[in-house]
């Protein structure tokens, strides 16, 4: 297949430019070509980079400390290529040739078809975030983090932590050059880790007003809304799950196994902690819910969630639990 369907990615724009399609309808294969190239004139205004004396140094580093489950890459976003790559023949299987001729295109097509969309479109608009900020960046210092299921080539999965920082900004302190490390979690079968990207600053810290504009952007752009009564059934699925691990004397971990919510639990729980507006609020009700909510996932970011719980996660890492 070539992808280059310019006419197609036209249409797709203007159809999510009016509101009538969510944003992941454009990220897909056949787009590839030409939402690149789109990408890289929006990205015009990035200056020259400034090459970082130590760099020679970290890519050596990286080379003597070699392991079978990391490998790494550079990207010049101005260009939107790969510069250097270092450790995929043996963290992925592939081969020392197809390591020497990586592109940026072979590295996203790597990514499991549920995850890609909601991937490419988090990641370039996360350069419209920082535009539109004025942030200054320092090179190995702001981080991007996030899990992805990416292909081996013997055609399995497995999980992969990609660790994202800027290795060169130009004058004006906008990245240029992105250094990705890439760290192999665990195998991609029955497991599901957390999905939607960290941002922390230079210092450490937690960078949640980066992320909320970030993820405010990307919720608009799928075209996803969510009702009070839903928020309160989201919220509800939580507080159950949590209770439920509380009482097997075990901490929240979302990378356990999802411990299953019903729909008359909710119910209740909705009933016992918010009777005053959901004293009558069913079983029934809750499903449809439910229902109603995983539908528009679906619609608007392209995967469909197993259950209630695994919906609610999502919409809370996206911030759209929180009490207005």
């Given amino acids: 297949m070539i992808y280059q369907d310019f006419h197609g990615y036209k249409k797709a724009i203007a ?15 056949e787009f590839y070509k030409p939402m690149l190239e789109e990408h890289r004139g929006m990205l015009s205004y990035l200056g020259e980079p400034i090459i970082e004396k130590w760099e020679d140094g970290l890519k050596e580093t990286l080379i003597r400390l070699r392991h079978h489950d990391e490998f790494f890459m550079i990207f010049n976003l101005k260009k939107i290529e790969v510069e250097w790559c270092f450790g995929v023949a043996s963290a992925l299987g592939y081969t020392k040739e197809d390591e020497e001729k990586w592109s940026i295109m072979d590295q996203h097509f790597l990514i499991h078809d549920r995850y890609y969309s ?21 090179p190995l210092g702001h981080r991007y983090i996030i899990n992805i299921p990416l ?13 994202s920082t800027p290795i060169s900004i130009d004058e004006n302190g906008r990245m240029i050059r992105q250094f990705n490390s890439y760290t192999i979690i665990s195998g ?49 699925a939580l507080m159950l799950w949590n209770k439920k691990f509380n009482a097997m004397g075990e901490s929240v971990d979302e990378s356990r196994p999802i411990v299953p919510v019903s729909h008359q639990e909710i119910a209740l729980f909705m009933r016992s902690h918010w009777g005053k507006i959901h004293s009558d609020i069913s079983q029934g009700t809750v499903r449809n819910h439910v229902n109603e909510l995983k539908d528009r996932a679906e619609e608007s970011f392209g995967f469909r969630f197993p259950g209630v719980v695994e919906v609610a996660q999502f919409l809370k890492k996206l911030y759209c639990l929180e009490e207005d």
Avoid at 15 to 23: F, H, T
Avoid at 151 to 163: A, C, D, I, M, T
């Fill in 15 to 29: 159809d999510v430019r009016n509101g009538k399609k969510p944003i992941c309808s454009i990220y897909i294969k």
């Fill in 118 to 138: 909601t991937f490419l479109a988090l990641g370039f608009m996360m350069n419209g975030v920082l535009h539109d900020m004025n942030m200054q960046l320092t």
């Fill in 151 to 163: 292909r081996k080539r013997n055609g399995s999965y497995v999980w992969v932590k990609q660790l």
């Fill in 188 to 236: 991609y079968k029955g497991i599901a880790l957390p999905f939607l990207p960290r941002i922390f600053l230079a210092d450490g810290t937690r960078a949640r007003e980066v992320e909320k504009n970030l993820f405010k952007r990307f919720m608009s752009s799928s075209l996803f809304s969510i009702s009070p009564t839903q928020k309160r059934v989201a919220q509800a």
